[in-house]
Every structure is written in structure tokens, then in C-alpha cells.
């Protein structure tokens, strides 16, 4: 009966771990946003960063130290100048979307995006939206 309970014990902590996952939302409402992100899961990493403001920059790392297996990321920017960057490292898939939307006068609007992407054996997919009003 012990070395069953011990085997239980063993089994649940191996599918626990297996389960590890990130999960980030950050919204950001100011003149001046600035978002760092860095997720290591041994599952699925996500997150969502939101940025409403006049200069804003944000950046996503997932699974650069670790890889994980799927990395999920979305960046949603409305401001003057807006900055987003994402790194992802995985055994499976990468997903990463950024939308910017640039407001005011026309010689300060600026939108910038970078996306880095590796997958072991999956697919990588990347959406980048830039809009100057």
C-alpha cells in the first residue's frame, strides 16, 4: 500500500509539472508605459499587454531561457509612439500578434514592432497591424 501511495504521490507531481503554464495581462493607462514581460513555462506561456498612452513600449519574452511548448503573445498600443517587441522559444507553436495605432501630429507618429520566433517542431504564426492616423 505504501509503495502505491508513493507511486501515486510520484505520478501527480510528474502531471502537475507538466501542467505549468504562464499567464499575463497588463494594462496600462499614462502618458509615458513601459512593459517587460519574461515567461519560462514548461507548458503554454500567454500573455496580453494593453498600452494606452503618448509614448508607449512594451516587450514580451517567452520561453528564451526555457523553452516552452506554445507561446501565445498579443500587444495592443494607442498612442503617439508605440514600441512592442516579442521573442518566443518553443518545442511547439508561436503565436504573436501586435496592433499600434499612432495618434497626433504627423511628424511625431511612429509605430515599431519586432518579432523573433523559433519553434522545435511547430508552426510560427505572426500578425503585425500599424496604423498612422
Do not use: C, E, Y
Amino acid at each position: 500500500m505504501r509503495k502505491l501511495f508513493l507511486a501515486s504521490v510520484a505520478v501527480f507531481a510528474l502531471s502537475s509539472a507538466a501542467q505549468a503554464a504562464n499567464t499575463s495581462t497588463t494594462v496600462q493607462l499614462g502618458v509615458v508605459n513601459s512593459s517587460s514581460v519574461t515567461q519560462n513555462g514548461l507548458t503554454n506561456d500567454s500573455s496580453s499587454t494593453t498600452q494606452i498612452g503618448i509614448l508607449n513600449g512594451a516587450s514580451t519574452m517567452q520561453g528564451t531561457s526555457s523553452p516552452s511548448l506554445n507561446n501565445a503573445s498579443t500587444v495592443n498600443q494607442a498612442g503617439v509612439q508605440n514600441s512592442a517587441t516579442t521573442g518566443q522559444v518553443a518545442f511547439g507553436n508561436n503565436g504573436s500578434a501586435i496592433t499600434q495605432n499612432s495618434f497626433g501630429p504627423p511628424a511625431l507618429q511612429n509605430n515599431s514592432a519586432a518579432v523573433g520566433q523559433l519553434s522545435g517542431l511547430g508552426i510560427n504564426t505572426s500578425t503585425v497591424s500599424q496604423t498612422a492616423h
